[in-house]
């Protein structure tokens, strides 16, 4: 596969003028670029929503049914750490201490997943080719789903609005496979200069860490508890389930939704967008009235915000999307907001029924 290139350098002028006036906004107001002690209180709190209903189911003595809803809880929280922490931490935004951004970074650990893989896979291939098929995983070669216009459309496509979600809920348990098989993929992709070859160190790592949270979330409890594998097997799907389908949720609203791009790279790998413009063009925000949801979601109903500044913390992307918006339709460029959760819902659902019934959308 070659590299993609975005070639459109007239419409560099874009980011050059935004990035200027997000930068007086900082300078002006004397703020720190990372989330200092607004994100530091919201880690406690939302890695308390999973620790603490972890360590009650333990060693409280609970019934099962009470242990199950604990479960869920747990599920939140880890969808809000997710989202409100170890996202910011690995794309450095979390702490100006790169020590902190890797201390809560490796939060990712104790939710399944694997840091490395996410700074490969999200910060540099979704974050440089969003939307564009084989090279941003959020939207190619999904099980039963096509989220693209470049996967082969099948007859099942056309009723994926009714099985989708049941589907998203399962992305956090897929990590206990999904990072292994991405080291074929990085590897691939490293012989076209893409992204590195897979390190051994990380390989290592990969396999310690998959081993120890299988001992956190698994070995631990069922001894314990003097639980069966079907009991333990319940709860770990009720948390998952959980927190996968709050994430992709959350994550799809983003970019398949209408008026999204979905740029297809022409014979010479270029897309005809500067860097800047591709990121407006295949990104949506639902931002709404909700502060509580936009606060549980680590601000990623700015999309847009978070695609064009990804080292700024969330906390500020409400304040930076009057900016964006200006800077938009001073370009004559389509700032495109859902205006809420539901609008946002409903437009993704759109897009699967005519993604699942339609060669092109």
């Known amino acids: 596969m070659q590299k993609i290139k975005f070639i459109n350098k007239s419409e560099a002028t874009f980011f ?3 990035r200027s006036k997000v930068d007086n906004y900082f300078k002006e107001n004397n703020y720190s670029k990372s989330g200092g002690s607004q994100i530091l209180t919201k880690a406690i709190i939302m890695l308390s ?3 603490i209903p ?30 409100s922490v170890m996202h910011d931490a690995i794309h450095g935004s979390f702490s100006e201490n790169k020590l902190m951004n890797k201390i809560f970074g490796s939060s990712i650990y104790f939710l399944g997943g694997n840091a490395y893989n996410w700074e490969v896979q999200h910060n540099q291939l979704h974050h440089t080719y969003t939307n564009i098929h084989d090279l941003d995983e959020d939207i190619t070669g999904k099980f039963l789903l096509r989220l693209n216009v470049e996967e082969k459309k099948k007859p099942i496509h056309r009723f994926q609005h009714a099985y989708a979600f049941l589907l998203y809920s399962l992305m956090t348990i897929s990590f206990l496979w999904k990072d292994f098989k991405e080291i074929k993929l990085f590897n691939s992709l490293a012989k076209d200069g893409i992204v590195k070859s897979f390190p051994t160190k990380e390989l290592i790592i990969l396999i310690a860490t998959k081993i120890l949270y299988i001992v956190f979330i698994m070995v631990i409890p069922m001894l314990v508890l003097h639980i069966g594998f079907g009991t333990w097997f319940l709860g770990f799907m009720a948390m998952h389930m959980t927190s996968g389908l709050i994430l ?3 994550f799809q609203l983003a970019h ?11 014979e010479n790998a270029c897309v005809q967008n500067a860097w800047a413009v591709h990121q407006l063009r295949t990104t949506a925000n639902f931002s709404g009235k909700s502060k509580l949801l936009s606060w549980y ?5 700015y999309q847009i915000e978070h695609h064009l500044f990804p080292k700024i913390s969330h906390i500020y992307y409400k304040d930076l999307s009057k900016i964006v918006a200006e800077t938009a339709k001073e370009f004559n460029l389509m700032y495109n ?3 809420s959760f539901m609008n946002a819902l409903h437009s993704h659902i759109q897009m699967l029924k005519k993604l699942g019934t339609a060669e092109t959308i």
Do not use: H
């Open 16 to 18: 050059t003028t935004l």
């Open 49 to 51: 929503i999973y620790f």
């Open 54 to 83: 972890y360590f009650i189911i333990l060693f409280a003595g609970l019934n099962n049914i009470q242990n199950l809803i604990l479960c869920v809880v747990m599920g939140i929280g880890v969808a809000g750490t997710g989202m």
């Open 248 to 250: 992709s949720t959350i």
């Open 256 to 266: 398949v939704v209408e008026d999204a791009a979905q740029p297809i790279p022409d």
């Open 297 to 301: 979601i680590g601000g990623l109903d």
């Open 337 to 339: 907001s859902k205006g």
